[in-house]
């Protein structure tokens, strides 16, 4: 389990790092570059954003582009109160739906607010924001992973992939009392994690040195790096609390994301019910995580 842990800690650090070094390579034009710099200076919160572009500086696709978790939390689920989009659901399921919304309201506004609040703690890069069992693959021969399936792969929170692959070893059946990680676990992976991200991370200054470069693959990526064994550990444990803290974004977004497709999903599927089980972990976790944010605050 433990070596298993930390070969699947190594490939999300690896495809975090290579991908927003690819997306912060990929230019937009100049009409895109204005909407990304005034997008940002009209965010007073600086949440969408990973910095505010001034005029002299290219603006790339991970500028332009918001951020998966915040925009689940407020588009799309202003866009599931909508009429058009309630007026989707069939009859018999709309009063539960509509529900199912009004419960989430509240619970996205705390948690923007709290996203808000901890911003400086979490490093925003490309994340593959669906990493259930199924997405990471082993090669029979060689036992190297792969991950595939890139759907929903958009700029994020880093620990969002780690939460949210965590919130899936419970599979659809969201059996957490069986399923879901120990904190013994959860602090054992963050802390692979964070070595092999510095390894990463080392890896592409090199590079960048050997082009003579200054590029930075994320903006604040000195938070991963300590003096001591003793200030690793405490920022460790840290970051399990906001792992956890990010276990209720991947349950809220998801749910969101459910009844989305509740309304426009031809495939047979209970997609409410589904929305109704990530939200009822939520509620049962909530008090507890967000109780940990206070007591290191």
Not at 213 to 239: M, Q
Request: charged share 30%; aromatic share 10%; net charge negative.
């Amino acid at each position: 389990m433990a070596q298993e842990a930390d070969a699947v800690a190594e490939k999300i650090a690896a495809f975090q790092v290579t991908s927003t070094i690819a997306a912060k390579a990929n230019m937009v034009d100049d009409r895109h570059k204005r909407e990304v710099i005034g997008a940002a200076a009209e965010d007073p919160n600086n949440v969408d954003f990973v910095s505010a572009q001034d005029g002299d500086k290219a603006a790339t696709r991970f500028d332009k582009e918001a951020n998966y978790t915040v925009h689940s939390l407020t588009r799309w689920l202003s866009q599931i109160s909508s009429d058009d989009i309630q007026r989707k659901v069939v009859p018999e399921k709309r009063a539960s739906f509509a529900e199912t919304v009004e419960r989430l309201r509240p619970e996205s506004k705390d948690l923007v607010e709290l996203i808000q609040k901890e911003a400086s703690h979490l490093v925003q890069g490309v994340c593959h924001n669906d990493l259930l069992s199924a997405n990471i693959m082993r090669h029979k021969e060689q036992r190297m992973l792969k991950i595939i399936d890139f759907d929903y792969t958009k700029k994020n929170f880093l620990l969002f992939d780690i939460a949210n692959h965590f919130n899936e070893y419970t599979g659809l059946e969201c059996d957490y009392e069986r399923y879901f990680p120990s904190d013994a676990h959860m602090t054992n992976f963050v802390r692979l994690y964070r070595r092999h991200m510095r390894e990463h991370l080392d890896d592409a200054k090199v590079k960048a040195k050997e082009d003579k470069d200054t590029f930075r693959v994320f903006d604040n990526e000195e938070i991963f790096y300590t003096d001591s064994e003793a200030e690793e550990e405490k920022i460790v444990h840290h970051w399990t609390s906001l792992v956890k803290f990010m276990t209720l974004c991947s349950h809220a977004s998801w749910s969101i994301w459910s009844l989305f497709q509740e309304a426009v999903s031809n495939i047979d599927v209970d997609f409410l019910d589904y929305a109704k089980l990530r939200l009822a972990r939520y509620m049962e976790a909530k008090d507890e995580i967000k109780g940990l944010l206070s007591s290191i605050d």
